[in-house]
């Protein structure tokens, strides 16, 4: 099972842009790029098939994009008009067969986003 590493969280003012990126991701797989905030349930932020097909949840559409390298097994998470909602934990993972509502590795260490107001 390939371990998935993200990076490029930080502390941004409201406005702000982050640019995440995962190592690890894999043809083949829809991945997605999923938050979690303490207390809550993690959900899923935004996914791209292996085609380069992209779905948003609607709090980040238009602001969020998501893209992926698979020459460089790199998946990237643009993120503008950051918003201090948007602050959590975020993760990568590979979706399963039966949507990104399953996913198929362990969980990494994932990368802090604070947006400050």
């Known amino acids: 099972q390939v371990q998935m590493v993200e990076s490029g969280g930080g502390l941004v003012q409201a406005g702000g842009s982050l640019r995440l990126s995962c190592a690890g991701s894999?043809?083949?797989?829809?991945v997605g790029w999923f938050r979690q905030v303490p207390g809550k349930v993690r959900e899923l932020v935004a996914s791209?098939?292996?085609?380069?097909?992209?779905d948003y949840s609607d709090f980040v559409k238009g602001r969020f994009t998501i893209s992926r390298d698979n020459a460089k097994n790199l998946l990237i998470l643009q993120m503008n008009n950051l918003k201090p909602e948007d602050t959590a934990v975020y993760y990568c993972?590979?979706?399963?067969?039966?949507?990104?509502?399953?996913?198929?590795?362990?969980w990494g260490q994932g990368t802090q986003v604070t947006v400050s107001s």
């Open positions: 791209v098939s292996d085609g380069g097909d992209t």
């Open positions: 993972n590979h979706c399963s067969r039966y949507g990104c509502s399953y996913v198929i590795g362990s």
């Open positions: 894999r043809s083949g797989f829809t």
